[in-house]
């Protein structure tokens, strides 16, 4: 019978389980289900992290019986009664045909990973934004703007003038102090005064939960340059096609090594797509290169005075507002994301 | 009559459908199913003939299929549309 596990001693049997298929147990897990037989034998698990299914294992010698439609149907009917609508798995690329069998559909894979997902899918991502797609010669920026400064305006109006028209993807992900809703609304005004720039919602098909396979792969460099060869092609196969993007601009990075290494990549892989690969220098300020996680120290501060420095009048106006207290939440200790 | 809610039938079993039902401003029926190219037609007829039946003019039903057979088309159509009724 299918049944939600959560016992030290239940947990203890997924762990054994998945250790016989070579995965391993994480304990961060939202949902976690299991099927047993009449001794109390666990035969099947699978468990659900966001909209991400993981840790899904069928006992060998249950391979062949429904166990595995089973496991995944409830994480998915869990899943969906808990507001999820679309679902992601990785798999082993040898394997991904027994999740095309229940309706996944292949997002891409690579030599060691396979990226499935279920429900109306990158398509209907797509889809909705159908209205907005000319052809020409555009490009596009990924930005997660946590919040908006004067250099993400800078990039934005450099990037513009270089093409016909400019997509801004603001990365949808709640990973940031300003929650989604809050910086896409800042980009939104921040360039509401250049004509041929229009700013979308990157869903989950850039930078999310869904392009981290660490989970699949233990070793973790490997699982970092694979999750960049997933955010990559993802944008390559799907998103620039669609919008007919031919160029991609990056800030030039002087701080983070994970975004510059992840700019390394973009430069290697994207002329595959067709795309090109434009690094713009950053605008600099009195005090060095303008960035979101200077305003966020200040603002970890109270430092309120410096910021007309960094940030535009729209993003200053959010951030003296009653808005932000309610809205946004900076830790004191922060990364810089 | 409208679909007003969410709702779910159905399994993921061989032989059966997914059904999720949810409001919107018109009918509308998207259909996957691992037997899609040869009877996407058949399963959409049955589908709008249960949704004739039952009344319903606006929502969105999208089916996950593994080759349901007509009656178990019918009949998840028709609980997942009770259940977003009753919810």
Same mark, same amino acid.
């Given at each position: 019978?299918?049944?939600?596990?959560?016992?030290?001693?239940?947990?203890?049997?997924?762990?054994?389980?998945? +250790?016989?298929?070579?995965?391993?147990?994480?304990?961060?897990?939202?949902?976690?289900?299991?099927?047993?037989?009449?001794?109390?034998?666990?035969?099947?698990?699978?468990?659900?992290?966001?909209?991400?299914?993981?840790?899904?294992?069928?006992?060998?010698?249950?391979?062949?019986?429904?166990? @595995?439609?089973?496991?995944?149907?409830?994480?998915?009917?869990?899943?969906?009664?808990?507001?999820?609508?679309?679902? @992601?798995?990785? *798999?082993?690329?040898?394997?991904?045909?027994?999740?095309?069998?229940?309706?996944?559909? !292949?997002?891409? *894979?690579?030599?060691?990973?396979?990226?499935?997902?279920?429900?109306?899918? #990158?398509?209907?991502?797509?889809?909705?934004?159908?209205?907005?797609?000319?052809?020409?010669?555009?490009?596009?920026?990924?930005?997660?703007c946590n919040p908006f400064t004067l250099g993400h305006?800078?990039?934005?109006?450099?990037?513009?003038?270089?093409?016909?028209?400019?997509?801004?993807?603001?990365?949808?992900?709640?990973?940031?102090?300003?929650?989604?809703?809050?910086?896409?609304?800042?980009?939104?005004?921040?360039?509401?005064?250049?004509?041929?720039?229009?700013?979308?919602?990157?869903?989950?098909?850039?930078?999310?939960?869904?392009?981290?396979?660490?989970?699949?792969?233990?070793?973790?460099?490997?699982?970092?340059?694979?999750?960049?060869?997933?955010?990559?092609?993802?944008?390559?196969r799907y998103i620039a096609p669609f919008f007919s993007?031919?160029?991609? @601009?990056?800030?030039?990075?002087?701080?983070?090594? *994970?975004?510059?290494?992840?700019?390394?990549?973009?430069?290697?892989?994207? +002329?595959?797509?067709?795309?090109?690969?434009?690094?713009?220098?950053?605008?600099?300020?009195?005090?060095?290169? #303008?960035s979101a996680s200077r305003v966020r120290q200040l603002?970890?501060?109270?430092?309120?005075?410096?910021?007309?420095? !960094?940030?535009?009048?729209?993003?200053?106006? @959010?951030?003296?507002?009653?808005?932000?207290?309610?809205?946004?939440? #900076?830790?004191?200790?922060? +990364?810089?994301? | 009559?409208?679909?007003?809610?969410?709702?779910?039938?159905?399994?993921?079993?061989?032989?059966?459908?997914?059904?999720?039902?949810?409001?919107?401003?018109? =009918?509308?029926?998207?259909?996957?199913?691992?037997?899609?190219?040869?009877?996407?037609?058949?399963?959409?007829?049955?589908?709008?003939?249960? =949704? %004739?039946?039952?009344?319903? %003019?606006?929502? =969105?039903?999208?089916?996950?299929?593994?080759?349901? =057979?007509?009656?178990?088309?019918?009949?998840?159509?028709?609980?997942?549309?009770?259940?977003?009724?009753?919810?």
């Amino acid at each position: 019978m299918l049944q939600p596990l959560s016992s030290q001693h239940e947990l203890q049997q997924v762990a054994t389980l998945l +250790g016989r298929s070579g995965l391993n147990f994480e304990p961060d897990a939202d949902d976690v289900l299991g099927i047993k037989d009449q001794c109390g034998r666990l035969l099947a698990t699978g468990s659900r992290q966001g909209a991400l299914l993981k840790m899904i294992t069928v006992d060998s010698e249950h391979q062949s019986s429904e166990l @595995f439609a089973e496991i995944i149907h409830g994480l998915i009917g869990r899943g969906y009664q808990a507001g999820i609508e679309n679902f @992601f798995v990785y *798999t082993k690329p040898a394997q991904y045909h027994s999740f095309v069998a229940l309706n996944f559909h !292949l997002l891409c *894979t690579s030599e060691r990973v396979a990226l499935l997902e279920y429900g109306r899918g #990158i398509k209907h991502y797509l889809q909705q934004y159908a209205s907005l797609v000319e052809d020409g010669k555009n490009g596009c920026v990924v930005v997660n703007c946590n919040p908006f400064t004067l250099g993400h305006r800078y990039l934005i109006e450099k990037a513009a003038a270089k093409v016909d028209k400019l997509y801004v993807f603001v990365v949808e992900a709640d990973h940031s102090s300003f929650p989604f809703q809050v910086r896409f609304d800042l980009v939104q005004k921040g360039v509401a005064h250049v004509r041929n720039v229009v700013v979308l919602a990157t869903g989950p098909y850039a930078v999310s939960q869904v392009t981290f396979p660490e989970y699949f792969l233990k070793n973790s460099d490997l699982a970092r340059d694979e999750q960049v060869v997933i955010d990559i092609e993802l944008f390559g196969r799907y998103i620039a096609p669609f919008f007919s993007i031919k160029y991609r @601009f990056v800030g030039s990075e002087p701080y983070c090594a *994970t975004t510059h290494s992840y700019n390394k990549a973009l430069q290697q892989q994207l +002329g595959q797509y067709g795309v090109e690969l434009c690094e713009l220098a950053r605008i600099e300020s009195t005090e060095g290169a #303008i960035s979101a996680s200077r305003v966020r120290q200040l603002l970890a501060r109270n430092s309120f005075e410096p910021l007309a420095q !960094l940030v535009p009048e729209t993003t200053l106006k @959010f951030l003296t507002s009653s808005k932000y207290l309610q809205q946004v939440h #900076i830790e004191p200790d922060l +990364g810089r994301h | 009559m409208e679909i007003e809610s969410k709702a779910q039938a159905g399994t993921m079993q061989s032989s059966d459908m997914m059904v999720y039902v949810e409001p919107a401003e018109q =009918l509308i029926i998207e259909i996957e199913s691992t037997v899609i190219k040869q009877f996407e037609h058949l399963i959409r007829e049955r589908i709008e003939q249960q =949704l %004739t039946l039952m009344n319903i %003019t606006k929502g =969105l039903i999208r089916v996950s299929d593994r080759g349901a =057979l007509d009656y178990a088309i019918a009949a998840r159509i028709e609980t997942a549309v009770q259940r977003s009724m009753e919810a």
